[in-house]
């Protein structure tokens, strides 16, 4: 209907001046006007120029003081032509921002005299206000001062109005022609092909889609970490248990316990099955007696190590649980080095805020060998992190209650323009090592940090919620870029 009222108009007349007034004239909508002439100015029929018209328009508030008058005029009503009412009163007789807005603008215009007892100052008012906002809204225009007047008290905004002009294009007809998009069998069959007009074919259109699955940015990054440790010679772990014994999470890595770690309020235990079903008994009773009395140049804690708290089931809180695993089954074997690595998902009873989260991942690595020191630590970790991109890196004393020496690691980051913590790592002491059943010689060097940080700092997302968990925006997923750590 728009269309045809467009052509037909411009069939007779040069030009449509106006396409606001030319919608109202002809009883469209505008927007519906709108489309119709863009749609024709794509192909050519009309020329189209673009019109902005700037405006004023009211603001509720705007709306509300037009309908019912402006809060000084109110308040002024609101007062007993003889004599006088307190304040109290008259704050009852009138809303809150009507009796606030209303004493300031009537104690300015001097209608009112506001001490304890309001009363008038003069008999008669007239509300300029509400027939300054009428008169707005109804389209008229107002003065300049009047209108710094309402935009200051926030009663009229600024809108701007675009619409077009229109002529007739290179192409105009007044009527459109269709034009065939596909040349079909029928037309071959009949011969009208020939004098049929086809559509031109556009090179430049974007086709639809392609529907795909798409990557988390998390296991983006953790395959890049993945492919490092591959080529630094490292075996994965199997790290699909979840769940895990207290046995296996602490007790066996000497962590005493009343250690805090070990508390509901950081760790979260199952209510069922609350107990493991099985533990290597003799290595318990080994792993018993170093804790109480010690052994192996050791004090232990010296105190009653009880096996219900061995036995009590947990969601792991750490990767190093599955390392523990991996040892104590390797010490059953004549003895040969091994590299082993892990990344994958912990569980710890903390309060979720933008870099904390009640679940993350680990990533984690150790070298078991012989003679192995401090030094050789350092290098591994020098090697890793120069894999990552990080080659400033510092080290600083630390406690692990089963690893001795312990140590931070920090690297420079360029962008912040100081030194960040990265990690941690130190070797396994020997109260977890040799109760194993491993030679006094065999050393075992370690390290962890978590999988969200570096991918935070790779992704620019400065809130832990915005990367893992359930309020994680979909097109995060489908926009995310490859992950490029390693690649140079």
């Known amino acids: 209907m728009a269309e045809d009222a467009i052509l037909g108009y411009l069939a007779a007349a040069e030009e449509i001046p106006d396409s606001g007034k030319f919608a109202s004239q002809h009883g469209l909508q505008h927007s519906e006007v709108v489309n119709v002439i863009k749609s024709l100015h794509g192909f050519r029929y009309i020329d189209a120029q673009d019109i902005k018209r700037e405006s004023w328009v009211l603001t509720d508030e705007g709306k509300k003081y037009a309908a019912e008058g402006s809060p000084e005029v109110q308040l002024f009503l609101a007062v007993p032509q003889e004599g006088s009412i307190s304040k109290d009163e008259l704050q009852k007789k009138l809303q809150p921002s009507v009796f606030k807005i209303g004493c300031s603008q009537a104690g300015k215009n001097k209608w009112v005299d506001m001490g304890k007892q309001v009363s008038r100052k003069v008999q008669h008012v007239e509300d300029k206000v509400k027939d300054l906002l009428i008169r707005v809204q109804n389209g008229e225009e107002i003065g300049k001062d009047d209108v710094n007047s ?8 600024a809108q701007t109005w675009k619409g077009y002009s229109v002529r007739k294009g290179p192409n105009y ?20 092909w020939k004098e049929l007009e086809f559509k031109e074919y556009n090179f ?9 699955g ?15 440790f591959v080529q630094m010679g490292f075996e994965e772990m199997p790290t699909n248990n979840f769940v895990e ?36 008994e003799d290595y318990v009773e080994l792993v018993k007696r170093v804790h109480e009395s010690g052994g192996y140049g050791s004090r232990g804690y010296m105190y ?13 809180t750490h990767t190093t649980a599955v390392s523990t695993r991996m040892l104590y089954a390797l010490a059953k074997q004549p003895f040969a080095p091994k590299r082993y690595f892990s990344i994958d998902r912990v569980f710890r009873n903390e309060s979720v ?46 406690y692990n209650p089963y690893t001795e020496p312990s140590m931070e690691i920090f690297s420079y980051h360029e962008g912040l323009k100081k030194w960040v913590e990265i990690g941690n790592s130190g070797m396994f002491r020997p109260e977890m090592l040799l109760p194993m059943g491993f030679p006094e010689d065999v050393r075992v060097i370690a390290w962890g940090l978590s999988l969200e940080r570096p991918t935070m700092i790779l992704y620019g997302i400065d809130n832990i919620r915005d990367l893992f968990g359930h309020k994680v925006d979909l097109s995060l997923i489908k926009r995310n870029p490859i992950c490029r750590i390693g690649l140079n």
Do not use: Y
């Open 353 to 398: 805020d933008r870099t904390h989260l009640a679940e993350f991942h680990q990533i984690e690595g150790l070298v078991c060998d012989r003679g192995l020191n401090l030094g050789d630590l350092i290098g591994v970790l020098d090697d890793f992190f120069s894999r990552l991109g990080m080659s400033k890196l510092r080290f600083k004393p630390a």
């Open 214 to 228: 798409h990557l988390h940015p998390l296991l983006k990054v953790k395959q890049q970490f993945k492919n490092i």
């Open 173 to 192: 007809a007044p009527k459109r022609k269709k034009v065939a998009t596909d040349l079909t069998r029928e037309n071959l069959q009949r011969g009208d």
């Open 150 to 157: 309402l935009k200051a008290r926030k009663l009229i905004v």
């Open 245 to 280: 014994s207290s046995f296996w999470n602490f007790d066996a890595l000497f962590q005493p316990q009343q250690h805090p770690a070990r508390d509901s309020h950081d760790t979260f235990f199952l209510e069922a099955p609350s107990t493991t079903r099985e533990l290597p």
């Open 304 to 316: 009653d190590w009880k096996r219900e708290e061995a036995n009590k089931n947990l969601l792991r």
């Open 204 to 212: 430049n259109a974007k086709g639809p889609p392609s529907e795909s």
